[in-house]
């Protein structure tokens, strides 16, 4: 069978040999004659799979060891109040609002801090980045917020902004949910970076956070212990029984991405290539048809969700159709933004693209 | 292939036709070609599975109309700060501590409102019930928290308390987590009910809530939207991204639930009395044994969670090794209260405890 080729923006597509892997592996994981949902989170066997699943995420992105790896959940939304719960300090944060995501972030920060917005693309209706050098970052804010990829609107950071040279000691966190693992990361810049496993890693229901230790153990009092990231740490975010399925695919995942080559690249500097190569064709395509147009700039467009209008929005409907035909599925657009998307992810291959390219064209002309 | 017997407390054995399902269905669930995965939680495919989910949950539990059933993330751990955030509005809650999951709800509690302990068994180390007509409950109090099951300590409440009988108008919250499903629930006592999956629905990450309706909309200020009641329950469980696949194998767990006969009974009323079967085999070995002891008073003995003693505890290790080699899985009991635990969850057949209880007279034999 050849599977389709699924272009929702989360939960998304996953490589089809970590689906056949868990297929093959689920009513007798290794010879221990337990499926990995049957294990208890404290035995040897589940164990195993944590500390890989650990390792391997930490070796794959580089993480140097003062950062905590912790495996949670409630995805991104849930950390929106839990970063402030954790971090503020009850003081003050700044957020660069760059979309619908990095929005949300501020609106739930404000329950648990003084929220400042130093940035926002809103006038250019999110389709570009407002450059560093003009945020207005306070002195004494506890943390400065970024969403470095912007699922709704398509917007990625291509590098990440350096807090130290714009004057500010505050840690930089990054929403870095669709896009986690798709490039690497620069710590360097980084104090905490979260995202859910469902775009790039995994299943839904289980969030990676990434924290720099020296940021730990400052929780406000109200925070749920299940949602302090000190208790999670400590406890090898097993202080409350984490979820051991989803934990066990986004293992396999990375797995698959350390098995990545592209020419004298592995891991994620392969995978990077990979997702250049597809938004690269994807985009040439769009900015060259007399029908489709993106409207993000081109120096802040995400390789990884690409929003795209019809000229004529009467044939969005005829558009959908023709391509559920094909095997190109769920490209409808966020309602928000409407039109098209086609979210292109670290599990779609090539092969997916050049086949919506050729659909895109083929379109196209049908209706010249 | 014989499978093992899995007496996990938790995450617990699933039954072998769901697992069977799950691996079939892995690469494309009923012709989608997507992995349930994979699916956008707002598309149609997914949005069926839930939609049966819950409702197949009702029927199941027989949960009136005026509850709300929600799939959260966390567990119950989580739900111990949830809880109070949701429902206590800042005032003060009763508990009965009877065993360590109890305890740890009321400390957790402590958080968000004035906790009183109206009762608790800890003279007796855990090992028999507090009668409802000696517990000190408040006027004032917004709710009354327990615990109906303790997995560890394995005393179970057989009749839920009537408050109003105790001249008491709060809510009773229970925490059924690791017996619901088990057997029925009287829900005209009770308020609130929260269980994670991870014991007897299905795999962990993945929390059940039963909520009656008067008592949603009163979240404190600092709730995080994730966990506000209401607002998961106006959107259908999907205000964050649920955790889907987890859902989904609840979803196939419930279908097998509604599949159970015994006699006339069907669903949870068979499972009752398949439950009941199981713990009397169970219960009777140790009873009529030399060598094996359980503590707990006869009317409050656990039917999910068999906590049990060597009366010589130099052979603790010659027992679990003897009962790996018989493929009977994970009996050691918690580090809090030593010795060996069987938990016989609804997925655990018969014919596990009756090779367990065949174990148990073979080891004693060679023993004695």
Known sequence: MIRPFNFSAGPANLPEEVLRQAAAEMLDWHGSGMSVME???????????????????????????????????????????????????????????????????????????????????????????????????????????????????????????????????????????????????????????????????????????????????????????????????DNDSMYNTPPTYAIYIAGLTFQWLKRQKEGEATGIAAMEKHNLAKAELLYDAIDHSGLYINKVSKDCRSRMNVPFLLRDESRNEDFLAGAKARGLLQLKGHKSVGGMRASIYNAMPLAGVEALVSYLQEFEQKHA
């Open 39 to 233: 294990m208890s989170h404290r035995g040897k066997e589940f164990i195993s799979i944590y500390e890989h699943a650990e390792a391997d995420f930490r070796e794959l992105m580089a993480i140097p060891e003062h950062f905590k790896i912790l495996f949670m959940q409630g995805g991104g939304l849930a950390e929106n109040a839990i970063v402030p719960l954790n971090i503020s300090r009850g003081g003050s944060a700044d957020f660069v609002v760059t979309g619908s995501w990095s929005d949300k972030s501020q609106k739930e920060a404000r329950k648990y801090c003084d929220v400042q917005i130093a940035a926002t693309n809103e006038s250019s209706a999110h389709t570009s980045l407002p450059p560093p050098a003009t945020w207005q970052l306070r002195r004494d804010a506890s943390y400065v917020h970024v969403c470095t990829n912007e699922t709704i609107h398509g917007v990625e950071f291509q590098e990440l902004p350096d807090l130290k040279a714009l004057g500010s000691d505050a840690p930089l966190v990054i929403d870095f949910s669709s896009h986690v693992a798709s490039r690497p990361v620069d710590w360097s810049k980084v104090g905490l970076a979260f995202g859910g496993a469902q775009k790039n890693l995994g299943p839904a229901g289980v969030t990676l956070v990434v924290v720099r230790e020296d940021l730990l153990g400052h929780a406000l009092a109200v925070c749920p212990s299940a949602f302090n990231y000190k208790t999670v740490a």
